[in-house]
T-cell receptor, first 114, second 118 residues
Framework: DVKVTQSSRYLVKRTGEKVFLECVQDMDHENMFWYRQDPGLGLRLIYFSYDVKMKEKGDIPEGYSVSREKKERFSLILESASTNQTSMYLC?????????????FGEGSRLTVL | AQKVTQAQTEISVVEKEDVTLDCVYETRDTTYYLFWYKQPPSGELVFLIRRNSFDEQNEISGRYSWNFQKSTSSFNFTITASQVVDSAVYFCALSEAMNSGGYQKVTFGTGTKLQVIP
């Protein structure tokens, strides 16, 4: 079975702190994605990556950065957390470079910024 | 730009009723894929179905069926004889290959929360 693992299920951070959200997939998938999920707004794409060291901005990249040094790991970084970044963060991966690949999701990381 | 609209925010039905979840999408591409995902109360999104833009055949899988109509840019999902276990948030998604590089960008709708009442 494909497994996408997010390092932390729940985090509480203070405004201004640097936050790392880690995601690891074990199926040699090419593509990895970070979304945030908020009530009434659905899933919004923050960043995605289609290869090691390659990244693309999604629809709401402001305030975030990402790192993909190894194929299996995709990290989301909040350089200086703010209260409006309180959200559920979902990592996903897909196998195929083309658009056909279904996404496999992790369990999510719920971040609260105080 | 890609856009997916799920106009129904919440739906409640009584068990055994049929229910249809609507999805309308926008894209300039001729090649794309449409998906439905289910997010049960436990939280993890699960893939249900994929459709490519060249295949407008409807699909049935048990109590689930999907109706894809390019003419109206819709990809609707029907659950027949709903059950309590169908209670979840359902997301429609649009996937396109970007910039001729082949890499995938997936855009989700805002989701429809379905509550099936026993």
């Amino acid at each position: 079975d494909v497994k996408v693992t997010q390092s932390s299920r729940y985090l509480v951070k203070r405004t201004g702190e640097k936050v790392f959200l880690e995601c690891v997939q074990d199926m040699d998938h090419e593509n990895m994605f970070w979304y945030r999920q908020d009530p009434g707004l659905g899933l919004r794409l923050i960043y995605f990556s289609y290869d090691v060291k390659m990244k693309e901005k999604g629809d709401i990249p402001e305030g975030y950065s990402v790192s993909r040094e190894k194929k299996e790991r995709f990290s989301l970084i909040l350089e200086s957390a703010s209260t409006n970044q309180t959200s559920m963060y979902l990592c996903a991966s897909s196998l195929e470079k083309e658009a056909a690949g279904e996404l496999f999701f992790g369990e999510g990381s719920r971040l609260t910024v105080l | 730009a890609q856009k997916v609209t799920q106009a129904q925010t919440e739906i409640s039905v009584v068990e055994k009723e049929d229910v249809t979840l609507d999805c309308v999408y926008e894209t300039r591409d001729t090649t794309y894929y449409l998906f439905w995902y289910k997010q049960p109360p436990s939280g993890e999104l699960v893939f249900l179905i994929r459709r490519n833009s060249f295949d407008e055949q409807n699909e049935i899988s048990g109590r689930y069926s999907w109706n894809f109509q390019k003419s109206t840019s819709s990809f609707n999902f029907t659950i027949t004889a709903s059950q309590v276990v169908d209670s979840a948030v359902y997301f429609c998604a649009l996937s396109e290959a970007m910039n001729s590089g082949g890499y995938q960008k997936v855009t989700f709708g805002t989701g429809t929360k379905l509550q099936v009442i026993p």
